[in-house]
């Protein structure tokens, strides 16, 4: 079992940065890639970035430039640094982590306001 944990959401102004961080505990030996997904609001949830266990990052076309992820292995922890944050941003992130089993946090909460 892994239990992930988000935290860092909250209300930016549009332009505005945000870092999310991912904390992660269980059986993490066991997962290859980590990422992050969002929710907006009405919507389905969709891949925003992804990281393997070697480091190669994949991140959605709608944020590339403006995202990145990172994972630090020894602390079981991964975050998403946003930046030029805009009002289309806005949705729910959740931290997903998978392996032989897939694994999602409850999420974390952003809001862009215009």
């Known amino acids: 079992q892994v239990q992930l944990v988000e935290s860092g959401g909250g209300l930016v102004q549009a332009g505005g940065s945000l870092r999310l961080s991912c904390a992660a505990s269980g059986s993490m030996f066991s997962i290859n890639v980590m990422g992050w997904y969002r929710q907006p609001p009405g919507k389905g949830r969709e891949l925003v970035a992804r990281?393997?266990?070697?480091?190669?990052?994949n991140y959605a076309d709608s944020v590339k430039g403006r995202f990145t992820i990172s994972r630090d292995n020894a602390k079981n922890a991964m975050y998403l640094q946003m930046s030029s944050l805009k009002p289309e941003d806005t949705a729910v992130y959740y931290c997903?982590?998978?392996?032989?089993?897939?694994?999602w946090g409850k999420g974390t909460l952003v809001t862009v306001s215009s």
């Open positions: 990281i393997a266990s070697g480091g190669s990052v």
């Open positions: 997903i982590a998978i392996g032989p089993m897939t694994y």
